[in-house]
C-alpha cells in the first residue's frame, strides 16, 4: 500500500449535486459512469470518436457558459465546480428533448451508439448560439463519429433544429432545462476549493497526486516539487489512457488567473498558458492581427477538444507535426517562461527546440504566456496536409508570414512541421528570399532551396519523397495564397 492524495469535488451531474472523492488519474468518464450515467459512452479512448462527450458548464468572467468536451480523456478533478450535463439531463424516451426527438424522427440514429455524444455537441451548440448556420451545426460534430447511420440524416436533422429555432417557434428555454437556472446561482455562490485528502492505495496506482491550485503562490510552492504540467490533458491522457503512460503528479494550471486571458501589451498579444484554442480562435485581436492562427485552428482536432486543449501544451508536448506550435513559430512568436520563484525569462519559439522532446525549459518551471509581436503582414498563412481534414495529425504543415514592400520582401518567415525532430524555421530559404523581388523564378528557386533544407522520415503518414514534395509545394501555395489564387 502507498499513500495518495484523492481529490474532493463538489459539482453537479444533470440535477443531482454530487461531492465525492475521486483519483488522481480518474476521468470524467469513470466517474459519471460511477454516478451511474451509462449514456455516455466509451469507444476510442483517445477523445477522437466523440461517444464520451458530455457538456460541462462552468462560469467565467463573461457568464455561465457549457461546451462539449470528450469525457475519457477529461481530468475527473476538472470538474469540480460546473455543471455536468448528459442526455440523462435532457430527456427520457417518453419525454424527449428537442434535439433527441428531431434526431430520432429523422432517422439520425441507428444502433445508437453514438447518439449520446452527437445530442450533447448539438446541445453545447446551441445552448450558446440558438441560431447557428448549418456550417456552425457540422463544425460542432467534426469530433463525433457515427459508424452505421450516416452523416446525412443527422445534418438533416440539424438543419430541421435551425429552420425551428430561426423561426423562433421556441425560445432558449427549449434547449437548457429548467433546473439549471437555480443550479448556475448555486455554483456562483458556491466557489469552494478543492480538498485534498491522503489515502492509503494499493502500490500499482500510478498517480500520487493531481494538484488543482487556484492561486500563482499555490502553483509556485508545488511546481518546486517537479511535478508534470497539465492544462487540457488533451496529450497527456491520452498518453494514460492508450500508452498506460501515467506521470508520478500532475499540477493542473488551468485555474490560476495569471496565467489566463489574452491582451495586448504595448506592440504584443499575450496569450496566457491556460487560453484554450477556442477561446484564441474567437478573440477579435486575434481575429484582426492574426487570421493564420484562426485558420490553424480551424483545421486542428475537434470542437470538444479545441474547448480544453491550450497553446501551451501544444508547443511543450513538443510534437514535431504540432498545428499550433507551427503556426505560432511562423508568426514569430516568443513564450515566456516562470520558474517556482515567480522569475519569467522569455525565449523566441525559434530557439525553443534542442532536439526531439527536448526544449528550452527548465524543470522547476513551467510556460506561462506566449506572445505574438503585432506586425502588418502583407500574407500570413497556414497549411496542413493531412489525410482527412479534420481531426487528423499532419503529415507536414507550414507557416509562412511575410511583408512585401513595392514587391520587395522585406521580411519573411516559414516555419513547417513534419520535417524533421521538431518544429523549425527553413532558414537558408529565409535568407535567400529576403530583400528579393517576387517573381515566378524566384519562388521556383526557393522551392529548390527548401527542399534541399530539409530530410523528412518516412513514416505511416508519409514517405520521405512525399514529405519532401509536400514541403516544395507548400512553398508555392503559400505564394499563390498570398497572390490571391489557390492551387
Ligand atoms: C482527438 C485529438 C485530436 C487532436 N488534433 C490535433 C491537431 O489537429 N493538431 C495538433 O497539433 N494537435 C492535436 N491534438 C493534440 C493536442 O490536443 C494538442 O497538442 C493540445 O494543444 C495540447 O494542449 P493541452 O492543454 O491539452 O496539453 P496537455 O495534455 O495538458 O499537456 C501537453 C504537454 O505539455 C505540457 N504542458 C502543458 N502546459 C504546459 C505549461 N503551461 N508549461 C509547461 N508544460 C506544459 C504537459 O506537461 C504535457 O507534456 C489532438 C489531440 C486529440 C486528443
Ligand atoms: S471514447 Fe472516443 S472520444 Fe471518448
Ligand atoms: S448510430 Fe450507430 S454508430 Fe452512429
Not at 15 to 26: D, G, M, R
Not at 48 to 68: K, M, N, P, Q
Request: with cysteine; net charge negative.
Amino acid at each position: 500500500m502507498k499513500k495518495i492524495k484523492v481529490n474532493k469535488i463538489r459539482f453537479w451531474l444533470n440535477e443531482k449535486l454530487i461531492v465525492t472523492e475521486c483519483l488522481p488519474s480518474e476521468t470524467a468518464l469513470e466517474l459519471v459512469h460511477r454516478m451511474g450515467m451509462q449514456s455516455v459512452k466509451e469507444v476510442c479512448s483517445e477523445g477522437d470518436c466523440g461517444a464520451c462527450t458530455i457538456a460541462v458548464g462552468s462560469l467565467d468572467e463573461s457568464g455561465f457558459h457549457y461546451r462539449s468536451v470528450t469525457a475519457c480523456i477529461y481530468p475527473a478533478t476538472k470538474l469540480h465546480g460546473t455543471h455536468v450535463m448528459t442526455t440523462e439531463g435532457l430527456g427520457t424516451p417518453d419525454d424527449m428533448h428537442i434535439i433527441q426527438s428531431t434526431l430520432y424522427e429523422n432517422h439520425a440514429s441507428q444502433c445508437g451508439f453514438c447518439t449520446p455524444g452527437i445530442v450533447m455537441s448539438v446541445f453545447a451548440l446551441f445552448v450558446e448560439n440558438l441560431e447557428p448556420t448549418l456550417d456552425e451545426f457540422k463544425t460542432a460534430l467534426e469530433g463525433n463519429l457515427c459508424r452505421c447511420t450516416g452523416y446525412r440524416h443527422i445534418v438533416i436533422a440539424g438543419e430541421e433544429l435551425i429552420e425551428t429555432m430561426h423561426e423562433g417557434i421556441f425560445s432558449a428555454d427549449v434547449i437548457l432545462p429548467g433546473y439549471a437556472g437555480a443550479i448556475q446561482e448555486d455554483l456562483k455562490n458556491n466557489k469552494t476549493v478543492i480538498e485534498q485528502v491522503e489515502r492509503e492505495y494499493y502500490d500499482h496506482l500510478p498517480v500520487d497526486d493531481y494538484y488543482k491550485p487556484t492561486t500563482l503562490s499555490d502553483a509556485l510552492d508545488y511546481l518546486r516539487s517537479k511535478p508534470n504540467i497539465i492544462c487540457g490533458a488533451t496529450d497527456l491522457f491520452v498518453e494514460a489512457n492508450i500508452r498506460r503512460e501515467f506521470k508520478h503528479r500532475y499540477l493542473d494550471i488551468s485555474g490560476i488567473p495569471e496565467f489566463n486571458g489574452i491582451e495586448q501589451i504595448n506592440s504584443e498579444i499575450r496569450l496566457g498558458a491556460t487560453v484554450t484554442l477556442d477561446e484564441a480562435a474567437t478573440n477579435q485581436m486575434i481575429i484582426d492581427n492574426f487570421p493564420a492562427l484562426c485558420e490553424t485552428v480551424a483545421i486542428m482536432s475537434s470542437q470538444q477538444i479545441r474547448n480544453v486543449a491550450t497553446f501551451a501544451g501544444n508547443i511543450c508536448n513538443a510534437s514535431p507535426i504540432a498545428d499550433g506550435t507551427s503556426a505560432l513559430m511562423g508568426l514569430n512568436a516568443t513564450v515566456e517562461l516562470m520558474n517556482s520563484e515567480g522569475c519569467t525569462r522569455i525565449v523566441k519559439l525559434k530557439d525553443f527546440y534542442l532536439g526531439y522532446k527536448k526544449m528550452e525549459m527548465r524543470e522547476d518551471e513551467l510556460l506561462s504566456a506566449i506572445y505574438l509581436p503585432i506586425k502588418e503582414y502583407g500574407y500570413s498563412g497556414f497549411i496542413k496536409s493531412s489525410k482527412r481534414t479534420n481531426v487528423d495529425i499532419s503529415s507536414v504543415n507550414s507557416c509562412l508570414s511575410i511583408d512585401v514592400k513595392h514587391d520587395i520582401i522585406e521580411e519573411i518567415t516559414i516555419s513547417y512541421g513534419g520535417v524533421k525532430e521538431c518544429t523549425a524555421l527553413a532558414l537558408e530559404t529565409m535568407e535567400f528570399l529576403k530583400g528579393k523581388r517576387v517573381t515566378t523564378e524566384l519562388i521556383s528557386e526557393a522551392m529548390e532551396i527548401v527542399s534541399k533544407e530539409f530530410t523528412p522520415i518516412s513514416d505511416v503518414r508519409g514517405s520521405d519523397e512525399y514529405r519532401s514534395l509536400l514541403i516544395k509545394n507548400h512553398l508555392k501555395k503559400h505564394f499563390l495564397r498570398m497572390e490571391g489564387e489557390e492551387l
